[in-house]
C-alpha cells in the first residue's frame, strides 16, 4: 500500500512565524503535491514537484514555497505565516504525473 | 477540464449497494473518470478510474456509458465506514493536468 505521511496533524502558529511542513511518501514515487483544502473552495493547488529538486507552482503558490531535496520528502514553507493561511495542508504523491494520486492525511493549520 | 455534476447527498442502508452518479456531458476522449472519497477531517482516499471500460477492483466497481457523459460508482455492500464525501473527477492525462476536486457527493451510510 502507498503511504504518505504528515508531520504533524495539527499546528497552532503565530502571524510571522515561519512554517514548515513536511511529508514523505514509501513508494518512490516521482511526483509530489501541496494542495490546502478550505470550506466551500474544494482542494486547490499550491506546489507540485516532478523530480528532486523540482518544482512548479500550481494555482496558488502566494505566500509559500517548496522543497524538494530527497525523492520521498517534499516540505512545504510558509515564510511568514497570516491568518488566511489558516488551512488544512494535504500532501499528495503519484508515480508518475499523469497516474492516480495518493493523499495523506492532511495537517490541520491554524495561525493565530 | 470537463466538468462534473453529482447530487450533494444521498442516504444507503448498511448491507445494501450504494450507488453514486456524476454527469460529464463534456468529457474529451482522452479524459479520464476518477473517484476518491473524503472521511471526516482525512485526506482524500483513491477509489477506482477509468476511461471507457467499466472497472471493479477490491473497493468499488465504476460503470461508465457507452457515451461516456456519467457514470456510477457502486459499492456493492456499504457499511457505516463508507460514510464519506465522495468526489468524481474528470482528469486528461495531458501533463501538467491536475485534480479538480468539486464539492462531491455526502454519503451517509444507516444502520
Known amino acids: 500500500d502507498v503511504k504518505v505521511t504528515q508531520s504533524s496533524r495539527y499546528l497552532v502558529k503565530r502571524t510571522g512565524e515561519k512554517v514548515f511542513l513536511e511529508c514523505v511518501q514509501d513508494?518512490?514515487?516521482?511526483?509530489m503535491f501541496w494542495y490546502r483544502q478550505d470550506p466551500g473552495l474544494g482542494l486547490r493547488l499550491i506546489y507540485f514537484?516532478?523530480?528532486?529538486?523540482?518544482?512548479e507552482k500550481g494555482d496558488i503558490p502566494e505566500g509559500y514555497s517548496v522543497s524538494r531535496e530527497k525523492k520521498e520528502r517534499f516540505s512545504l514553507i510558509l515564510e511568514s505565516a497570516s491568518t488566511n493561511q489558516t488551512s488544512m495542508y494535504l500532501c499528495?504523491?503519484?508515480?508518475?504525473?499523469?497516474?492516480?494520486?495518493?493523499f495523506g492525511p492532511g495537517t490541520r493549520l491554524t495561525v493565530t | 477540464d470537463a466538468k462534473t455534476t453529482q447530487p450533494t447527498s444521498m442516504d444507503c442502508a448498511e448491507g445494501r449497494a450504494a450507488n453514486l452518479p456524476c454527469n460529464h456531458s463534456?468529457?474529451?476522449?482522452?479524459?479520464?473518470v476518477y473517484w476518491y472519497r473524503q472521511i471526516h477531517s482525512q485526506g482524500p482516499q483513491y477509489i477506482i478510474h477509468?476511461?471507457?471500460n467499466n472497472e471493479t477492483n477490491e473497493m468499488a466497481s465504476l460503470i461508465i456509458t457507452e457515451d461516456r457523459k456519467s457514470s456510477t460508482l457502486i459499492l456493492p455492500h456499504a457499511t457505516l465506514r463508507d460514510t464519506a464525501v465522495y468526489y468524481c473527477?474528470?482528469?486528461?492525462?495531458?501533463?501538467?493536468?491536475?485534480?479538480?476536486f468539486g464539492p462531491g457527493t455526502r454519503l451517509s451510510v444507516l444502520p
Open positions: 514537484s516532478y523530480d528532486v529538486k523540482m518544482k
Open positions: 477509468g476511461l471507457k
Open positions: 463534456t468529457i474529451s476522449g482522452n479524459e479520464y
Open positions: 473527477i474528470v482528469r486528461s492525462d495531458n501533463y501538467g493536468q491536475n485534480f479538480v
Open positions: 513508494m518512490d514515487h516521482e511526483n
Open positions: 499528495a504523491s503519484s508515480l508518475s504525473v499523469n497516474y492516480e494520486q495518493y
